[in-house]
């Protein structure tokens, strides 16, 4: 089944560490995008990519790293300079086509600093 | 102020209501609009998306967009509590990015 696959499900992460969440999607799709969820404020912008090998910063980038090496994988890195870090972080891909709009999700990565 | 404004909620209606969601945004260049779906600790899901002004029908639900004033609708009809989940709705422009709101948790009673 095509998909976006999010791992791991659960994160928890000790002050001053970085981690890496994975995001992988078998749709083909181009555009990968990373939001951060926190009660109440709905999706925020963190990275996204429209094409492998480039990306560009959303609206809360700072303390936050991507790649994109492959059309499949576009991982985040939460560094330690990320001061909020305990969020619930989506990945998302999208067809930048005219006429679709569907962004498909994955099922969420539940980031808790300990 | 924030490009997708949307009503805070929490909303509970009883079974067989008809349920009302609204937002209004402020960018002009957005051309689509989306509302998803989000259930508890899951990803959101596309459940309707329209372009430009109009309304579309899909079964229980209807959106509706108004660009002249900037507002979008979500209407569900004979609302059952499978529907109890978090809407968002999303707009964007050309530029492919998703803006959302902020969500209004829905919670059907039976």
């Known amino acids: 089944d095509g998909g ?13 560490q970085n981690v890496t969440l ?9 555009a990968m995008y990373w939001y951060r969820q926190d009660p109440g404020q709905g999706l925020r912008l963190i990275y996204y990519s429209q094409i492998v090998n480039d990306f560009q910063k959303g609206d809360i980038a700072e303390g936050y790293s991507v790649s994109r090496e492959k059309k499949e994988s576009f991982p985040l890195t939460v560094t330690s300079a990320q001061k909020n870090p305990t969020a619930f972080y989506l990945c998302a891909s999208m067809v930048p086509a005219r006429g679709t709009t569907e962004a498909f999700f994955g099922q969420g990565t539940r980031l808790t600093v300990v | 102020q924030k490009e ?5 909620g929490p909303l509970s209606v009883p079974e067989g209501a008809i349920v009302s969601l609204n937002c209004t945004y402020s960018n002009s260049a957005f051309q689509y609009f989306m509302w998803y779906r989000q259930y508890s600790r899951k990803g959101p899901e596309l459940l309707m998306y329209t372009y430009s002004s109009g309304n579309k029908e899909d079964g229980r639900f209807t959106a509706q967009v108004d660009k002249s004033s900037k507002y979008i609708s979500l209407f569900i009809r004979d609302s059952q509590p499978s529907d109890s989940a978090t809407y968002l709705c999303a707009g964007t422009g050309s530029a492919r990015q998703l803006t959302f709101g902020s969500g209004t948790q829905l919670t059907v009673l039976p």
């Open chain 1, 4 to 16: 976006i696959t999010q791992s791991p499900k659960y994160l928890f992460r000790k002050e001053g």
């Open chain 1, 22 to 30: 994975s995001c992988e999607q078998n749709l083909n799709h181009d």
């Open chain 2, 4 to 8: 997708v404004e949307q009503d805070p």
